[in-house]
C-alpha cells in the first residue's frame, strides 16, 4: 500500500469560533456572574481550565523544533494543554489515544455490548460535580448489568463474571450538561474457575428485560440517593448551592437547557428548524427503555472479528464535549450549534449570544480528579483474570532509544489520519525533535523572524451592553495584569 502524501498542518485554534467566543467574551461572562452572585465567584479551576485553553496550540507560549535529517528543513509544533473539558483538539487526541489502547491491550477478542444509561435531570444535577456520588451511582448499574449476564449465564449451567470500560459523559449533543454513562460491556461471561478461562455468550437481552433492568435501576439509583440525603424534589436544602451558588445556578440551568445568567436568566434555549413544537410525544426503540426520567439503551453489538467497528464505537464514547464542525457564526455575531440528530420536535440548530455559549461551555467543565474513565469487573486493574483475557502484546524489537512524547503523537497521528507527522513535507525525510522552546525571549525571537505572531492572544476586556456595570476597567492593559487564576471583579 502507497504512503500517504498527505503532510502535518499545525491547527489554528485561535481561528475557530469556540477560540474567539473565549477569549472575546469570557470576562464579559465573569463580570456577569460577579453581577449576580458578588460574594462568592467561580471555582478556580473554572479559570484554569479556560487559560490552558487559550494557550493551546499558540506557538507564542512555546514549541518544539523539528528538523529534517535530510533536507535540514524545519517545522514548529506548539505546546498543547492536555486538559479535558472544553479543548477539542486534546480531547480528540485523548479519544483516539483511548480508544487505540483498549483495543490493543484490554477487550478480549469477544463480541460487546453498549449499554448507555441516562438520568432524569434532578439526578444530573446530583451527580455533575460530586464524583464520589458518581462512582456509587455507576457501582448500582455495574451490579444490575453484572448480574444480568451472570443469571443468564446460570440458566446454561455456566458460572462466570463479565467486565466493561465505563465512560462518564458530561456533556449531551446541545453542549447542555448531561451526566450519562456509556458502558462497553463484555457480552457474556468468562469462567473463574481454573487458570485458563473460557468465554461463553449470552444471548442479547429481550424488550421486556430492559423494561425490568432500567425499573430497577431507577429504583435503586434513588433509594441510594435518597438515603444520603439527596432530595431529588426538594433543592431547598443544597450544599452544593450554598458553596458555589452562581456555578449550582450555571449548572442547574444547563441541565435543563434554559440560561443562567445574564438578560435572559431563565428562558429556554433557542431552538431554530422546522416545525418546531413542544410536547410531542416519541417512541422507545428496540432494547430501549424509559422510566420516571431514566433512559436504557443496549442494541449496540460489537463482534468479536469487527475490532475497527469496536474501535470506532470506542472514539465515539470518549468524544471530546464539543465538535468544531457542527458549529457556525451568523453575520449578527450569534452561534449556531447543529444537533447531532434533528429533535422530534423538528430543531436543528440551537443558537447561543455569545455570553450563553461560554456559560454552556463552562457547565461542562469537570471538577478536579474526577476521573471519567472506569473499570469494572474482569477488567479491572485489581482482577485475578485480567492478565488471562486481554490481548497479548506482539513481539517487537526492543527500540534503540527511549519513546519521547514526540515520537508517540506522530504514531497516533499516523495510525489515525493515515500520514506521518514526522516525515518531511519538502524531501520526505524523517524529522527529529532538535529544541524545546519555552523561554519567551527565544519564542519572539524565532517567531518574529519568521512573520509569525509573537504575542499570545489576550482576554478581551467585559463589555457592557446594556448595563454600565463593567466600566471600572477602561483600559486593555489594565486586563492584562488580572491573575486568572482568581476573581478580579469583586
Not at 485480567?386 to 503523537?409: D, H, M
Request: aromatic share 8%.
Amino acid at each position: 500500500m502507497q504512503a500517504s502524501t498527505e503532510s502535518y498542518a499545525r491547527h489554528r485554534p485561535e481561528e475557530t469560533i469556540l477560540y474567539r467566543t473565549i477569549q472575546n467574551h469570557f470576562e464579559t461572562f465573569i463580570a456577569t456572574a460577579d453581577r449576580e452572585s458578588k460574594s462568592k465567584p467561580l471555582p478556580r479551576h473554572v479559570f484554569r481550565e479556560v487559560d490552558a485553553y487559550l494557550g493551546c496550540g499558540i506557538l507564542a507560549h512555546g514549541f518544539i523544533r523539528l528538523q529534517c535529517e535530510s533536507c535540514r528543513g524545519e517545522k514548529l509544533v506548539a505546546f498543547s494543554c492536555k486538559k479535558r473539558g472544553m479543548c477539542p483538539s486534546c480531547g480528540g487526541r485523548r479519544m483516539n489515544e483511548v480508544s487505540h489502547h483498549l483495543v490493543d491491550a484490554v477487550f478480549p477478542h469477544v463480541s460487546v455490548r453498549q449499554w448507555v444509561i441516562s438520568f432524569p435531570f434532578s439526578v444530573r444535577y446530583a451527580l455533575a460535580y460530586n464524583p464520589l456520588l458518581v462512582t456509587k451511582v455507576l457501582s448500582i448499574f455495574m451490579r444490575v448489568v453484572s448480574n444480568f449476564y451472570e443469571k443468564a449465564a446460570r440458566k446454561k449451567g455456566i458460572v462466570g463474571k463479565t467486565g466493561a470500560i465505563t465512560f462518564v459523559q458530561r456533556a449531551g449533543s446541545a453542549i447542555n450538561l448531561n451526566i450519562h454513562l456509556h458502558s462497553i460491556f463484555i457480552d457474556g461471561v468468562y469462567t473463574t474457575e481454573n487458570e485458563n478461562p473460557k468465554f461463553t455468550h449470552v444471548f442479547p437481552p429481550s424488550d421486556e428485560e430492559i423494561v425490568v433492568l432500567v425499573r430497577r435501576i431507577c429504583q435503586r439509583v434513588t433509594r441510594f440517593l435518597e438515603k444520603n440525603g439527596c432530595k431529588l424534589n426538594d433543592f431547598s436544602e443544597d450544599p452544593f448551592a450554598d458553596e458555589q451558588p452562581i456555578f449550582a445556578q450555571i449548572a442547574g440551568a444547563s441541565i435543563q437547557s434554559r440560561i443562567g445568567i445574564g438578560e435572559r436568566a431563565g428562558q429556554k434555549v433557542r431552538r431554530v428548524g422546522e416545525n418546531v413544537s413542544l410536547g410531542q410525544a416519541y417512541s422507545v426503540g428496540r432494547r430501549c427503555a424509559v422510566c420516571d426520567g431514566f433512559s436504557l439503551h443496549a442494541n449496540v453489538q460489537i463482534l468479536a472479528h469487527e475490532r475497527p467497528q469496536l474501535a470506532k464505537l470506542l472514539r465515539y464514547t470518549a468524544r471530546p464535549p464539543i465538535a468544531l464542525e457542527r458549529m457556525s457564526e451568523r453575520e449578527d455575531g450569534k452561534v449556531l450549534y447543529r444537533l447531532k440528530t434533528i429533535y422530534s420536535d423538528g430543531t436543528t440548530h440551537i443558537l447561543f449570544d455569545p455570553v450563553e455559549l461560554v456559560e454552556k461551555v463552562v457547565a461542562l467543565i469537570p471538577p478536579p480528579r474526577a476521573n471519567l474513565l472506569r473499570y469494572s469487573g474482569i477488567l479491572a486493574s485489581n482482577s485475578k483474570i485480567r492478565s488471562l483475557i486481554v490481548p497479548k502484546p506482539t513481539k517487537k524489537e526492543a527500540p534503540k532509544e527511549k519513546t519521547t512524547e514526540s515520537a508517540k503523537w506522530a504514531a497516533l497521528l499516523k495510525r489515525t489520519f493515515s500520514f506521518d507527522a514526522l516525515q518531511c513535507s519538502k524531501c520526505q525525510g524523517q524529522m527529529r525533535v532538535i529544541a524545546t522552546i519555552e523561554d519567551p525571549a527565544v519564542i519572539r525571537k524565532i517567531l518574529e523572524c519568521l512573520g509569525l505572531p509573537y504575542e499570545p492572544p489576550r482576554r478581551a476586556p467585559p463589555r457592557a451592553p446594556p448595563q454600565g456595570e463593567f466600566e471600572s476597567l477602561s483600559s486593555p492593559d489594565d486586563y492584562s495584569q488580572i491573575d486568572p487564576t482568581h476573581n478580579s471583579f469583586e
